[in-house]
């Protein structure tokens, strides 16, 4: 069983709203069946509903399924819109969405793609 988040091989955030009433089996559906991606692969799945104040986070963590539910008091995530995607998530990306920032930062500077020494 796995504590540590921080190195899970995939994080996806499933965009537009998601029906927060759905449990651990009908969110493992969704992402089985809407999106073809395996839950019980090494990944994270957040979800988010009408009102983006609240999130689920949803992980198989080899000998079941552990779900995170949070209600933020105040302010809501910048959630991404468009209801027929699925987007993954580096770490960064994660942090920024959870503290309420969007997932893409134009000003933010990017890791290069090659080295120049």
Partial sequence: MRQDYTSVKNIYI???????RKEIDGLATLVQDTFDL???????????????????CLYFDG????MLYKRLDNGKLQWPKNEQ?????????LRW??????????????????SAF
């Fill in 97 to 114: 969405l959870l503290e309420g920032l969007a997932i893409q930062q134009p000003k933010a500077i990017r890791p290069s793609l090659t």
């Fill in 85 to 93: 995607e699925v987007k993954k998530l580096s770490q960064q990306e």
């Fill in 14 to 20: 499933i965009c537009g709203k998601t029906d927060m």
């Fill in 38 to 56: 395996d839950p019980y692969s090494d990944s994270i799945f957040l979800f988010s509903g009408w009102s983006k104040d609240r999130y689920k």
């Fill in 63 to 66: 000998d079941g399924f552990a």
